[in-house]
């Protein structure tokens, strides 16, 4: 086992250290890494996915795996005292109570790349109600590009990806009151939430391309090289 010190001395001889959003940056701060090293790179979509007529779009959906962390028992818990258009795909350990709920949803399990895009891109919104720390969620990016409103928890690298309604929407982890509270806003203010969809677009074409992904880690090679010579 590496003891702390040894660990030091080990991340001493890296020159730079990538990470994928300001929250991890801030991680890695408090962990006593040098702020001068950490350089953020985030995620990127390769291919962006068709969208779809906004008018058209309909149902919330939900996709990740069923399980506790993940945020799904403040979903259904949310559906459970309002009733709205949910649609929940994947698998896990709280497949049961999806199953057992006893308000009408649409459980489709587990989907291929393929169809999960399909029910995206026909979706009002992506709901992630994680209650622990993600790092950065291609979801997000598929939703942006399909222009499909993303409300997320208020947590971590989430909310470093999102600003409350200007590219998505942020309710308090774990809350299912104030859940229901943000579902009801987006049901209530259409125009504005097509504007947070278009920005959340605008977004997506500035900083989460391919194109834009390989630049900013070009640059961070470069810096790398120029600042520091490599130890053999």
């Known amino acids: 086992m590496i003891d702390h010190n040894n660990k030091t001395k080990i991340y001493n001889k890296v020159s730079n ?26 995620n990127f979509v390769k291919k962006q996915t068709i969208e779809s007529i906004l008018d058209k779009k309909k149902n919330f959906i939900y996709a990740s795996r069923l399980s506790k962390e993940k945020g799904l028992l403040t979903l259904l818990k949310a559906h459970q005292n309002f009733t ?22 649409n459980y489709i399990g587990p989907l291929s790349n393929k169809l999960f895009n399909d029910e995206l891109v026909n979706s009002k919104c992506l709901i ?51 859940l229901i509270k943000k579902i009801q806003w987006i049901t209530n203010n ?15 074409l500035k900083k989460y391309t391919e194109r834009h992904n390989y630049k900013t880690l070009i640059n961070i090679y470069e810096e790398t090289i120029k600042k520091k010579k490599f130890i053999i």
Request: a neutral charge; one cysteine or more; aromatic letters at 10%.
């Open 17 to 42: 250290f990538i990470v994928l959003t300001n929250f991890s940056k801030t991680k890695f701060i408090e962990a006593n890494f040098p702020k001068e090293k950490l350089h953020i790179k985030p």
């Open 84 to 105: 709205f258009d949910l649609t929940i795909c994947g698998d896990g350990p709280l497949k049961k109570n999806v199953l057992n709920h006893n308000k009408t949803l």
């Open 128 to 178: 992630l109600p994680s209650v622990w720390y993600e790092g950065f969620p291609m979801l997000i990016l598929e939703a942006f590009a399909a222009k499909t409103l993303v409300l997320a928890s208020n947590l971590g690298s989430l909310s470093s990806i999102i600003t409350d309604r200007y590219n998505g929407l942020l309710f308090e982890p774990n809350n299912h009151k104030d």
């Open 190 to 204: 259409k125009v504005e939430c097509d504007q947070i969809i278009i920005n959340a677009k605008n977004d997506f």
